[in-house]
């Protein structure tokens, strides 16, 4: 299963399970849309992978 990391591994922004601004790559790291477009362009810089919006966990499944 999907983890759902809670904040910005950069800025350290909230992004709960429900958020629309969480990115990750194919390790899961996890960034604030922000972060992605404006300080990485768009390439992990933890893996070097490129990010894709994170799915939305419904509440009953937390």
Known sequence: MLEIKPNCECCDKAL???????????YECT???HCVEIKF??????CGG?????????VKVR
């Open 50 to 58: 490129n990010f894709e919006a994170r799915p939305i966990r419904p």
């Open 16 to 26: 709960p399970a429900d958020s629309t601004e969480a990115m990750i790559c194919s």
């Open 31 to 33: 960034f604030c849309r």
């Open 41 to 46: 362009d768009n390439v992990c810089p933890n």
